[in-house]
C-alpha cells in the first residue's frame, strides 16, 4: 500500500554533504571563487574526517560509484530561477516543470518557462572511501560541465548496460573554454571543469574482456546442421560462452562436427592432434577443454569440415 506523494517515490539514499567546485560564498548575491579542486561541504563530522583521510583537502580526483542504473537517476540537469525564498521556477529550456504559484505553493502543470533561468547539474555519486551507503551530491551551473557528464555517464551506460556499480573516477581538469567578454564578445578562458571515467582497473580488465569476445567465432549461426534441428540454446552458449569448463551444448555441437568429419575421412589421430593445437599439448579430452577452447576448436573444425565438404562435392562433381 502506498500514500499517493509520500511512499511512492522511488527509493533513495540519504545525502549527508555536497563536492562544490567553488569557495564559500563572502557575498550572499555572488558566488564563491572558482576553485581548482573539490571542497566537500558536510555537517558530518565522521564523513569529513574519512574524506580527509583518503583525498587531502584540496583534492582533483574522487574515487566514486553510482548509486543507480541509468544516467537520468544518476544525473538531473535543469534550467532554474532562485529568488530569496527559494526556487521559483524549474524547466527543461522551454517548458516549466516546476514552479511557483502566486499562493506560494508548487504546480507541475506544465507552462512556457518565463526566462530568467540558469542551467544547474546535481549528480548524485557514492563515495566508497566514506564507507557509507549515502549519497554526496556534486553541483555544477556550467553548460561544459553538464554536457561533458552527461556524455561521459551516456558512454559508459551504452557499454555496459548500467552504471550502478562501475567503480569511477570523478575529475577536476584545466581546459580552455569560450566565454563571455561582455559587450557581446567572448573570449577563450581556462577553468578548472569536470569529467567521469572508469577506474582504469576496471577499464583494463573490460578492454581484456572485449579482446576475448572478439575472438570468438563470428559465424556461429551458420554452423552447419548434425543430429536434426540445431537448438538455439546450445547456439547461444558457443556465442556468449561461462567462463568456466566446456558446456553440454559445445560438447554435443564439437562431437557432431568430429563424427562428420570422421565420415569424410579425417582420422581420430588427426582431430586429437587438432584439439592439442589448441591447448598446448595440455589435454586432447573434450570434456577436459574450457569453453574458450571449445568455441575456438568448434569454429576451426566447422571451417576444416566445410573444406572436406567442398572437396567431397567437387570430386563427385568430376565423377571420381
Not at 533561468?117 to 549528480?123: H, M, S
Not at 550502478?164 to 573554454?177: A, F, Q, V
Not at 579430452?285 to 576448436?297: P, S
Amino acid at each position: 500500500m502506498s500514500i499517493i506523494g509520500f511512499t511512492d517515490k522511488r527509493a533513495q539514499f540519504p545525502e549527508i554533504g555536497t563536492l562544490r567546485k567553488g569557495a564559500p560564498k563572502t557575498d550572499p548575491s555572488k558566488p564563491g571563487a572558482d576553485l581548482d579542486y573539490f571542497r566537500f561541504d558536510t555537517d558530518d563530522e565522521a564523513a569529513h574526517e574519512k574524506f580527509i583521510k583518503a583525498f587531502g583537502d584540496k583534492p582533483r580526483q574522487i574515487e566514486i560509484k553510482l548509486p543507480y542504473p541509468t544516467v537520468d537517476e544518476n544525473f538531473e540537469a535543469w534550467r532554474e530561477e532562485y529568488v530569496a525564498s527559494g526556487l521559483k521556477h524549474r524547466c527543461d529550456g522551454k517548458n516549466c516543470v516546476r514552479w511557483l504559484k502566486p499562493d506560494g505553493t508548487y504546480s507541475e502543470e506544465p507552462i512556457k518557462c518565463p526566462g530568467r533561468c540558469k542551467q544547474t547539474g546535481r549528480l548524485k555519486v557514492i563515495i566508497p572511501a566514506l564507507e557509507r551507503f549515502a549519497c554526496v551530491m556534486v553541483n555544477t551551473t556550467s553548460i561544459w560541465d553538464i554536457i561533458t557528464i552527461h556524455q561521459n555517464l551516456s558512454a559508459l551506460e551504452m557499454l555496459c548496460g548500467t552504471l550502478r556499480g562501475i567503480p569511477m573516477i570523478l575529475c577536476r581538469r584545466e581546459r580552455e573554454i569560450s566565454t563571455p567578454a561582455g559587450n557581446g564578445k567572448r573570449a577563450r578562458r581556462k577553468k578548472w571543469l569536470l569529467t567521469v571515467e572508469a577506474e582504469p582497473d576496471w577499464a583494463v580488465k573490460q578492454l581484456a574482456a572485449m579482446d576475448r569476445a572478439a575472438l570468438q567465432p563470428t559465424q556461429t549461426l551458420a554452423l552447419p546442421e548434425w543430429n536434426g534441428e540445431e537448438d538455439a540454446e546450445e547456439i547461444e552458449e558457443i556465442a556468449t560462452p561461462a567462463p568456466d569448463m566446456i558446456t553440454d551444448g559445445q560438447i554435443k555441437l564439437l562431437t557432431g562436427v568430429i563424427a562428420e568429419l570422421e565420415t569424410l575421412g579425417v582420422a581420430r589421430e588427426q582431430w586429437r592432434g587438432g584439439i592439442l593445437s589448441f591447448t598446448s599439448n595440455a589435454t586432447d579430452e573434450i570434456a577436459e577443454l574450457t569453453n574458450e577452447q571449445a568455441a575456438k576448436i568448434i569454429h576451426a573444425f566447422t571451417r576444416r569440415l566445410e573444406e572436406k565438404r567442398a572437396n567431397a562435392e567437387r570430386k563427385k562433381g568430376a565423377g571420381v
